[in-house]
């Protein structure tokens, strides 16, 4: 969802917040779009360790408050949705961490539309946190390392990944004219389809997401055949 930054100075807002908080409204009329159409599961990239990182403190403390509030709308009675936290969540402030947690627990047992929180998410690290894993539960196991190497493939490897037991996305969408996927689902979007929209988050529209949608069932999909 890119483009909050820019569309916020363009705009003529001094605190580029402002363009977060207005795209962080627009997550509750796309999943209201999404239900209409019948998709199942949708993953928003909210925060990339990179952002942690690279961000000035003072911007990068109201859009982890602007995170949270989000989240915990989204978790709230009276939406339908099951929330789940892609991401590494130890790369956060404790009580952001803590807050996200207990608002996805909320959701837990709802079978409305699963939601994809992604916070503190890169897609070279979960590859590697998956990898680290799938080592610990086979070491665990009495596996060595030889042993492990002979029998080792991708479904190994998937099964440790954030989004575990989920399908891999058929659709990608990027907004704000930025053509690349700076690593977000890299494992998972290798059959994907992708969608890259001029519009900055905040102005992205319903026509914008059927478009994205017609352009995705006029594609045929030869997954490698």
């Excluded at 403390?61 to 939406?79: F, H, K, M, Q």
């Excluded at 996200?100 to 992604?118: D, K, P, W």
């Excluded at 490897?157 to 891999?168: E, F, M, N, R, V």
């Amino acid at each position: 969802m890119d483009g909050n930054r820019r569309w916020a100075k363009e705009a003529g807002f001094t605190d580029v917040s402002d363009g977060h908080r207005v795209g962080a409204a627009k997550i509750g009329e796309l999943l209201s779009w999404c239900q209409e159409t019948g998709i199942e599961v949708v993953t928003f990239w909210l925060l990339s360790p990179d952002n942690l990182r690279n961000r000035p403190a003072d911007e990068l403390a109201p859009l982890l408050e602007i995170i949270a509030n989000v989240v915990d709308e989204l978790s709230g009675p009276s939406t339908p949705w099951r929330v789940r936290l892609v991401g590494a969540l130890d790369q956060l402030p404790a009580d952001t961490a803590e807050r996200l947690s207990a608002a996805a627990l909320r959701t837990e047992g709802r079978s409305g539309l699963t939601v994809n929180v992604a916070v503190g998410y890169g897609g070279r690290q979960e590859i590697a946190d998956a990898l680290r894993n799938l080592l610990l539960e086979q070491a665990e196991a009495g596996m060595s390392m030889a042993e492990l190497a002979e029998v080792l493939d991708v479904d190994h490897i998937a099964k440790h990944l954030y989004t575990s037991g989920q399908p891999d996305p058929d659709l990608v969408i990027r907004t704000s004219g930025e053509q690349r996927l700076s690593g977000f689902l890299l494992w998972q979007s290798a059959h994907s389809e992708f969608w890259f929209c001029e519009a900055y988050w905040p102005e992205f529209r319903k026509v914008d997401f059927l478009r994205a949608l017609r352009a995705y069932a006029a594609r045929h999909r030869r997954f490698g055949s």
